[in-house]
Structure formats: C-alpha cells, structure tokens
C-alpha cells in the first residue's frame, strides 16, 4: 500500500509540474496551449538524443501489433502530459490510501 501510495503521488507532483510548464509557456506567448505527453517525450528525445520514441514505435509495431500502436499509444500520446498522469495517480493514492478502522471495529478504551 505504501508503495502504491508513493507511486501516485509522485505521479500527482509530476503532473503538478507539468502544469506549470503549460502555465509558465502560456505567460511568455500570451496564450494557451496544452502540450500533449508525445511532444514532450520528443522534446526529451531530442535533448538526450537517444531516438526513444522511435525505437518504441518500431518495437511495438513490429514486434507486438501494429494497431496497438495506433489504436492505443497514440491517442495516449496526443492526450496532455498533466492528463495522463495525473489520472492514474490520483487513482493510485485514492486506492492506497490509509484507511482509518470504522467506529465499530475500534476498541473503546476506558
């Protein structure tokens, strides 16, 4: 549980960051614009030069199926970066949170 918790909230944070990144981006042009989550794995690729993306998409496409490639990873890719993993952490520490024992079960102490 602990984990599961931990897990979700660091996912929360990461989506608290990504945020701002919007905000920060829409207070320097002057307007808004939700960055989607295969735009900023591009911008990473791209500054550590790995071709990540690339290689995912081929795997998956080769490898595994190639409608899962397209039916699946990109709709999640165009979806904002906050969405998609804000969604699953909030979910993960509302599923792992601390439970507090019911009035019933707890033992009155006198």
């Known amino acids: 549980m602990k ?11 990461l ?3 990504l945020i701002g990144h919007e905000v920060l981006n829409a207070l320097e042009s002057g307007e808004y614009r939700l960055i989607a989550l295969g735009e900023l794995w ?23 199926s ?3 490639w397209e039916g699946v990873f990109q709709n999640v890719l165009t979806a904002p970066g906050w969405l998609v993993f804000g969604i ?8 792992c949170r601390h439970r507090r024992r ?4 707890r033992r009155k102490i006198f």
């Open 3 to 13: 984990t599961g918790r931990l897990i979700g909230r660091m996912f929360l944070t």
């Open 15 to 17: 989506s608290l960051i």
């Open 42 to 64: 591009f911008r990473l690729d791209k500054a550590m030069g790995t071709g990540s993306l690339n290689i995912s998409q081929a795997i998956v496409q080769r490898y595994i």
């Open 66 to 68: 190639p409608w899962l």
């Open 88 to 95: 699953p952490g909030a979910a993960l520490a509302r599923a």
């Open 102 to 105: 019911s009035s019933r079960t």
